[in-house]
Protein backbone atom coordinates (compact mmCIF):
# COMPACT_ATOMS: atom_id res chain seq x y z
CA UNK A 1 0.00 0.00 0.00
CA UNK A 2 0.82 3.91 -0.35
CA UNK A 3 0.64 7.12 1.12
CA UNK A 4 -1.21 9.08 -0.93
CA UNK A 5 -2.14 12.61 1.24
CA UNK A 6 -1.97 13.21 4.74
CA UNK A 7 -4.15 16.27 6.76
CA UNK A 8 -4.47 17.55 9.94
CA UNK A 9 -6.56 20.72 11.03
CA UNK A 10 -5.37 22.91 13.31
CA UNK A 11 -4.02 21.73 17.31
CA UNK A 12 -6.21 23.22 20.51
CA UNK A 13 -5.87 23.09 24.25
CA UNK A 14 -8.51 20.42 25.57
CA UNK A 15 -12.04 22.21 25.02
CA UNK A 16 -10.87 25.13 23.23
CA UNK A 17 -11.71 23.99 19.59
CA UNK A 18 -14.29 26.32 18.02
CA UNK A 19 -15.25 23.64 16.20
CA UNK A 20 -17.45 19.92 16.83
CA UNK A 21 -16.02 16.99 16.83
CA UNK A 22 -17.61 15.92 13.53
CA UNK A 23 -16.68 18.79 12.11
CA UNK A 24 -13.11 18.82 12.69
CA UNK A 25 -12.83 15.24 11.52
CA UNK A 26 -14.19 16.64 7.98
CA UNK A 27 -11.71 19.80 8.19
CA UNK A 28 -8.80 16.78 8.46
CA UNK A 29 -9.95 14.34 5.64
CA UNK A 30 -10.84 17.63 3.04
CA UNK A 31 -7.11 18.50 3.99
CA UNK A 32 -5.52 15.56 3.58
CA UNK A 33 -7.56 14.54 -0.44
CA UNK A 34 -6.29 17.98 -0.99
CA UNK A 35 -2.54 17.00 -0.20
CA UNK A 36 -2.82 13.74 -1.97
CA UNK A 37 -4.91 16.14 -4.92
CA UNK A 38 -7.57 14.33 -5.28
CA UNK A 39 -11.20 14.43 -4.34
CA UNK A 40 -12.93 13.62 -1.37
CA UNK A 41 -15.52 11.50 -3.72
CA UNK A 42 -12.66 9.52 -4.38
CA UNK A 43 -12.98 7.78 -0.89
CA UNK A 44 -14.73 4.57 -0.50
CA UNK A 45 -13.66 3.40 3.19
CA UNK A 46 -13.33 5.13 6.39
CA UNK A 47 -11.08 3.25 9.38
CA UNK A 48 -10.51 4.79 12.67
CA UNK A 49 -9.70 3.54 16.47
CA UNK A 50 -10.25 3.53 19.99
CA UNK A 51 -13.72 4.51 19.32
CA UNK A 52 -14.09 7.33 17.74
CA UNK A 53 -17.30 8.49 17.28
CA UNK A 54 -17.95 9.85 13.99
CA UNK A 55 -19.87 7.42 11.73
CA UNK A 56 -18.74 6.54 8.91
CA UNK A 57 -21.71 6.96 6.72
CA UNK A 58 -22.56 10.53 8.06
CA UNK A 59 -18.83 11.17 7.08
CA UNK A 60 -19.92 9.63 3.77
CA UNK A 61 -22.87 11.51 3.27
CA UNK A 62 -21.07 15.07 4.31
CA UNK A 63 -17.96 14.27 1.77
CA UNK A 64 -20.24 13.37 -1.20
CA UNK A 65 -19.00 10.03 -1.49
CA UNK A 66 -21.23 8.04 -3.92
CA UNK A 67 -20.51 4.75 -2.01
CA UNK A 68 -19.13 3.87 0.22
CA UNK A 69 -17.02 0.26 0.56
CA UNK A 70 -15.78 -0.04 3.95
CA UNK A 71 -15.97 1.44 7.40
CA UNK A 72 -13.78 -0.34 10.06
CA UNK A 73 -13.35 -0.11 13.85
CA UNK A 74 -9.95 -0.84 15.50
CA UNK A 75 -11.44 -1.82 19.10
CA UNK A 76 -9.94 -1.06 22.17
CA UNK A 77 -6.33 -0.08 23.54
CA UNK A 78 -7.05 4.04 23.11
CA UNK A 79 -4.23 4.98 21.09
CA UNK A 80 -2.62 1.51 20.56
CA UNK A 81 -4.98 1.68 18.14
CA UNK A 82 -3.13 3.87 15.32
CA UNK A 83 -0.86 1.86 13.57
CA UNK A 84 -3.67 -1.18 13.52
CA UNK A 85 -6.25 1.13 11.95
CA UNK A 86 -3.58 2.19 9.10
CA UNK A 87 -3.25 -2.06 9.10
CA UNK A 88 -6.87 -2.33 8.55
CA UNK A 89 -7.27 -0.12 5.39
CA UNK A 90 -4.06 -1.55 3.73
CA UNK A 91 -6.11 -4.97 3.94
CA UNK A 92 -9.64 -3.48 2.77
CA UNK A 93 -7.49 -1.90 -0.35
CA UNK A 94 -5.04 -5.64 -0.83
CA UNK A 95 -8.00 -7.66 -0.60
CA UNK A 96 -10.27 -5.64 -2.49
CA UNK A 97 -12.95 -4.26 -0.45
CA UNK A 98 -11.98 -0.62 -1.31
CA UNK A 99 -9.97 1.51 -3.31
CA UNK A 100 -9.06 4.85 -1.44
CA UNK A 101 -9.19 4.13 2.16
CA UNK A 102 -8.53 7.22 4.92
CA UNK A 103 -7.49 6.56 8.05
CA UNK A 104 -8.80 9.00 11.03
CA UNK A 105 -8.50 10.79 14.18
CA UNK A 106 -11.11 13.45 15.50
CA UNK A 107 -11.07 14.30 19.28
CA UNK A 108 -13.03 17.40 21.35
CA UNK A 109 -12.52 16.46 24.44
CA UNK A 110 -14.36 19.69 25.58
CA UNK A 111 -17.51 17.91 24.17
CA UNK A 112 -16.77 14.45 25.45
CA UNK A 113 -14.46 14.42 28.83
CA UNK A 114 -10.94 14.56 29.55
CA UNK A 115 -8.28 11.85 28.47
CA UNK A 116 -6.06 12.12 31.58
CA UNK A 117 -8.35 12.21 34.49
CA UNK A 118 -10.43 9.64 36.32
CA UNK A 119 -13.57 9.80 35.95
CA UNK A 120 -15.82 11.41 38.41
CA UNK A 121 -19.01 9.04 38.88
CA UNK A 122 -20.49 8.03 42.28
CA UNK A 123 -19.66 4.73 42.13
CA UNK A 124 -17.31 2.01 40.34
CA UNK A 125 -17.74 -1.07 39.45
CA UNK A 126 -15.91 -4.05 37.09
CA UNK A 127 -11.91 -4.09 37.19
CA UNK A 128 -11.79 -0.48 38.41
CA UNK A 129 -13.84 -1.53 41.52
CA UNK A 130 -10.12 -3.04 42.20
CA UNK A 131 -8.21 0.01 41.80
CA UNK A 132 -10.53 3.05 42.28
CA UNK A 133 -10.85 2.52 45.92
CA UNK A 134 -6.69 2.41 46.27
CA UNK A 135 -6.45 5.63 44.62
CA UNK A 136 -5.58 4.28 41.22
CA UNK A 137 -7.80 6.13 38.94
CA UNK A 138 -5.91 8.07 36.04
CA UNK A 139 -3.80 6.99 33.06
CA UNK A 140 -0.56 8.15 34.52
CA UNK A 141 -1.57 6.18 38.05
CA UNK A 142 -1.99 2.91 36.18
CA UNK A 143 1.30 3.13 33.42
CA UNK A 144 3.39 4.31 36.27
CA UNK A 145 2.95 1.21 38.42
CA UNK A 146 4.63 -0.37 35.04
CA UNK A 147 7.24 1.89 34.86
CA UNK A 148 8.14 1.95 38.12
CA UNK A 149 8.53 -2.11 37.98
CA UNK A 150 11.33 -1.79 34.71
CA UNK A 151 12.99 1.23 35.72
CA UNK A 152 13.64 -0.83 39.57
CA UNK A 153 14.29 -4.23 38.08
CA UNK A 154 17.06 -2.80 35.49
CA UNK A 155 18.97 0.40 37.11
CA UNK A 156 17.30 2.30 35.08
CA UNK A 157 17.68 6.48 36.78
CA UNK A 158 15.04 9.55 35.47
CA UNK A 159 17.93 10.93 33.37
CA UNK A 160 16.74 8.42 30.83
CA UNK A 161 13.14 9.79 30.82
CA UNK A 162 14.20 13.32 30.67
CA UNK A 163 15.70 12.76 27.44
CA UNK A 164 12.71 11.61 25.74
CA UNK A 165 10.95 14.69 26.92
CA UNK A 166 13.78 16.65 25.73
CA UNK A 167 14.03 15.37 22.30
CA UNK A 168 10.54 15.65 21.91
CA UNK A 169 10.21 19.39 23.01
CA UNK A 170 13.63 20.31 21.30
CA UNK A 171 11.82 19.03 18.04
CA UNK A 172 8.57 20.79 18.79
CA UNK A 173 10.72 24.15 18.48
CA UNK A 174 11.22 24.14 14.71
CA UNK A 175 7.55 22.50 14.12
CA UNK A 176 4.96 26.10 13.92
CA UNK A 177 1.85 23.48 14.39
CA UNK A 178 3.38 22.54 17.72
CA UNK A 179 1.23 23.23 20.81
CA UNK A 180 4.65 23.97 22.80
CA UNK A 181 6.04 25.53 19.65
CA UNK A 182 8.00 28.76 21.24
CA UNK A 183 8.00 26.59 24.81
CA UNK A 184 11.55 25.27 24.88
CA UNK A 185 12.34 22.43 27.90
CA UNK A 186 15.87 22.45 29.43
CA UNK A 187 16.80 19.59 32.14
CA UNK A 188 16.67 22.37 35.14
CA UNK A 189 12.87 23.10 34.23
CA UNK A 190 12.24 18.97 33.61
CA UNK A 191 13.89 18.71 36.97
CA UNK A 192 12.20 21.04 39.03
CA UNK A 193 8.63 20.60 37.54
CA UNK A 194 5.90 19.19 39.70
CA UNK A 195 5.37 15.23 40.14
CA UNK A 196 2.30 14.07 38.46
CA UNK A 197 2.94 10.73 39.93
CA UNK A 198 6.34 8.46 40.12
CA UNK A 199 8.00 8.36 37.77
CA UNK A 200 5.87 11.12 36.01
CA UNK A 201 7.11 14.08 35.94
CA UNK A 202 4.79 17.03 34.32
CA UNK A 203 7.14 16.86 31.05
CA UNK A 204 6.76 12.99 30.97
CA UNK A 205 2.79 13.49 30.44
CA UNK A 206 1.28 13.88 27.12
CA UNK A 207 -0.75 16.77 25.85
CA UNK A 208 -4.59 16.77 26.03
CA UNK A 209 -5.78 18.11 22.98
CA UNK A 210 -8.34 19.02 20.89
CA UNK A 211 -8.04 18.84 16.63
CA UNK A 212 -8.28 15.56 13.95
CA UNK A 213 -5.88 13.87 11.57
CA UNK A 214 -6.26 12.03 8.25
CA UNK A 215 -4.13 9.76 6.08
CA UNK A 216 -5.24 8.85 2.86
CA UNK A 217 -4.41 5.22 1.60
CA UNK A 218 -4.85 3.88 -1.91
CA UNK A 219 -2.76 0.31 -3.68
CA UNK A 220 1.25 0.48 -4.43
CA UNK A 221 0.40 0.39 -7.88
CA UNK A 222 -0.63 3.87 -7.52
CA UNK A 223 2.69 5.40 -5.48
CA UNK A 224 3.61 7.24 -8.48
CA UNK A 225 0.26 8.80 -9.34
CA UNK A 226 1.22 11.83 -6.91
CA UNK A 227 3.51 14.62 -6.30
CA UNK A 228 4.74 12.95 -3.09
CA UNK A 229 8.07 11.10 -3.44
CA UNK A 230 6.62 7.26 -2.77
CA UNK A 231 6.14 6.53 0.59
CA UNK A 232 4.89 2.75 0.97
CA UNK A 233 3.33 0.61 3.93
CA UNK A 234 5.91 -2.35 4.36
CA UNK A 235 3.93 -3.87 7.31
CA UNK A 236 1.43 -2.88 10.21
CA UNK A 237 0.58 -5.31 12.74
CA UNK A 238 -1.57 -5.40 16.30
CA UNK A 239 -2.27 -7.50 18.66
CA UNK A 240 -0.31 -8.10 22.75
CA UNK A 241 0.88 -11.38 24.55
CA UNK A 242 -0.37 -13.87 26.24
CA UNK A 243 -3.31 -12.50 28.89
CA UNK A 244 -1.95 -8.98 28.61
CA UNK A 245 -5.40 -8.42 29.18
CA UNK A 246 -5.88 -9.58 32.30
CA UNK A 247 -7.57 -7.39 35.23
CA UNK A 248 -6.26 -5.44 38.12
CA UNK A 249 -2.74 -5.68 36.93
CA UNK A 250 -2.91 -9.55 36.71
CA UNK A 251 -0.59 -10.01 33.78
CA UNK A 252 2.04 -12.66 34.18
CA UNK A 253 4.28 -10.02 32.03
CA UNK A 254 3.67 -6.89 34.02
CA UNK A 255 6.74 -4.42 33.31
CA UNK A 256 6.16 -4.54 29.35
CA UNK A 257 4.89 -1.93 26.91
CA UNK A 258 2.72 -5.02 25.52
CA UNK A 259 4.99 -5.09 21.98
CA UNK A 260 6.77 -8.06 22.88
CA UNK A 261 4.93 -10.37 20.75
CA UNK A 262 4.07 -7.87 18.09
CA UNK A 263 7.21 -6.25 17.31
CA UNK A 264 8.95 -9.79 16.28
CA UNK A 265 5.95 -9.83 13.68
CA UNK A 266 6.28 -6.16 12.77
CA UNK A 267 10.18 -6.15 11.40
CA UNK A 268 9.32 -10.22 9.72
CA UNK A 269 6.29 -8.65 7.66
CA UNK A 270 8.59 -5.75 6.28
CA UNK A 271 11.93 -7.67 5.90
CA UNK A 272 13.94 -4.90 7.94
CA UNK A 273 15.80 -5.36 11.28
CA UNK A 274 15.83 -2.66 13.76
CA UNK A 275 19.42 -1.41 12.81
CA UNK A 276 17.55 -0.32 9.10
CA UNK A 277 15.27 2.09 10.80
CA UNK A 278 16.13 5.54 10.00
CA UNK A 279 13.49 7.28 12.48
CA UNK A 280 11.49 6.68 14.88
CA UNK A 281 7.89 7.57 15.97
CA UNK A 282 7.24 6.33 19.60
CA UNK A 283 3.84 7.32 21.40
CA UNK A 284 4.50 9.28 24.64
CA UNK A 285 1.51 8.42 26.96
CA UNK A 286 4.05 8.60 29.09
CA UNK A 287 8.00 8.68 28.49
CA UNK A 288 8.04 5.09 30.69
CA UNK A 289 5.91 3.92 27.51
CA UNK A 290 8.43 5.18 25.17
CA UNK A 291 11.43 3.61 26.87
CA UNK A 292 9.79 -0.20 27.24
CA UNK A 293 8.73 0.19 23.22
CA UNK A 294 12.50 1.19 22.39
CA UNK A 295 13.73 -2.05 24.52
CA UNK A 296 10.96 -4.31 22.87
CA UNK A 297 11.13 -3.19 19.50
CA UNK A 298 15.33 -4.15 19.72
CA UNK A 299 16.77 -0.93 19.44
CA UNK A 300 18.64 -1.93 22.89
CA UNK A 301 18.66 -3.69 25.94
CA UNK A 302 17.64 -3.14 29.43
CA UNK A 303 20.81 -2.89 30.64
CA UNK A 304 21.48 -0.45 28.41
CA UNK A 305 18.73 2.15 28.63
CA UNK A 306 20.71 4.54 30.73
CA UNK A 307 23.88 4.86 28.26
CA UNK A 308 21.45 5.18 25.47
CA UNK A 309 18.92 7.13 26.29
CA UNK A 310 20.55 10.87 25.81
CA UNK A 311 19.67 13.80 24.03
CA UNK A 312 22.10 13.28 21.63
CA UNK A 313 20.86 10.27 20.63
CA UNK A 314 16.97 10.87 20.09
CA UNK A 315 18.11 14.50 18.33
CA UNK A 316 17.07 14.44 14.60
CA UNK A 317 20.60 16.38 14.14
CA UNK A 318 22.63 13.42 13.71
CA UNK A 319 20.68 11.33 16.95
CA UNK A 320 21.52 7.10 16.47
CA UNK A 321 18.14 6.91 16.84
CA UNK A 322 15.82 9.99 16.02
CA UNK A 323 12.48 9.61 18.00
CA UNK A 324 9.16 11.96 17.69
CA UNK A 325 10.79 14.88 15.31
CA UNK A 326 7.61 16.46 14.90
CA UNK A 327 7.13 16.91 18.82
CA UNK A 328 5.28 13.96 19.09
CA UNK A 329 2.30 13.66 21.85
CA UNK A 330 4.19 15.29 24.55
CA UNK A 331 4.71 18.66 22.57
CA UNK A 332 3.28 18.43 19.10
CA UNK A 333 0.14 17.80 20.15
CA UNK A 334 -1.95 14.58 21.35
CA UNK A 335 -4.00 12.89 18.44
CA UNK A 336 -4.38 9.93 19.90
CA UNK A 337 -0.95 9.32 18.14
CA UNK A 338 -2.01 9.52 14.67
CA UNK A 339 -0.24 12.85 13.94
CA UNK A 340 3.20 10.30 14.71
CA UNK A 341 2.07 8.24 11.75
CA UNK A 342 1.84 11.82 9.79
CA UNK A 343 4.82 12.52 10.78
CA UNK A 344 6.54 8.93 10.20
CA UNK A 345 5.22 9.60 6.50
CA UNK A 346 6.65 13.32 6.01
CA UNK A 347 10.25 11.46 7.12
CA UNK A 348 9.87 9.64 3.89
CA UNK A 349 8.79 12.48 1.77
CA UNK A 350 11.34 14.44 2.89
CA UNK A 351 9.12 17.00 4.56
CA UNK A 352 9.39 16.77 8.03
CA UNK A 353 10.46 20.38 10.22
CA UNK A 354 13.26 17.93 11.46
CA UNK A 355 14.19 16.49 8.95
CA UNK A 356 16.69 13.14 9.23
CA UNK A 357 18.71 12.93 5.90
CA UNK A 358 17.57 10.87 2.87
CA UNK A 359 14.58 8.06 5.22
CA UNK A 360 14.45 5.15 3.78
CA UNK A 361 12.80 3.07 6.78
CA UNK A 362 10.25 5.46 9.18
CA UNK A 363 8.95 3.35 12.19
CA UNK A 364 5.94 3.96 14.35
CA UNK A 365 4.96 2.36 18.00
CA UNK A 366 1.55 3.15 18.89
CA UNK A 367 0.32 3.60 22.27
CA UNK A 368 2.41 1.30 24.96
CA UNK A 369 0.91 -0.16 27.79
CA UNK A 370 -2.57 -0.70 26.54
CA UNK A 371 -3.94 -3.29 24.78
CA UNK A 372 -4.13 -4.59 21.84
CA UNK A 373 -1.14 -2.18 20.72
CA UNK A 374 0.17 -1.68 17.39
CA UNK A 375 3.36 -0.77 14.87
CA UNK A 376 3.74 -0.17 11.54
CA UNK A 377 6.34 0.64 9.30
CA UNK A 378 6.52 2.62 5.91
CA UNK A 379 9.86 2.80 3.40
CA UNK A 380 10.70 4.77 0.17
CA UNK A 381 11.20 3.21 -2.93
CA UNK A 382 14.40 2.22 -2.03
CA UNK A 383 12.76 -0.53 -0.08
CA UNK A 384 10.60 -2.15 -2.45
Known amino acids: MAVAGVGETAYYKRGQSPDAEFDLALKAILAACENAGISPKEVDGFASYSNDRNDPSKLAAALGINDLRFANMQWGGGGGGGSGAVGNAAAAIATGMADCVVVFRSLAQGQFGRFGQGARIPEIRGEG ?7 LMSPAQSFAMKVNRFMYENGVRQEALRAISLASYAHAQNNPRAVMYGRPLDEEKYDES ?8 LFDCCLEND ?3 AIVLVSAERAKDFDHPPCYLL ?10 GAGSHNAPLYATSTFTTVAPRLYEMAGVKPSDVDVLQCYENFTGGVMMSIVEHGFCEPHEVNDFFTLENFSADGGKLPINTSGG ?12 NIEAIRQIWGESTNQVGAVEVSEVASGPMVTPVSSCIFGAESTV
Open 129 to 135: AYTAPYG
Open 194 to 201: RWIVEPFH
Open 211 to 213: GAA
Open 235 to 244: SAVSGSHYRA
Open 329 to 340: NLAECYMHGLGL
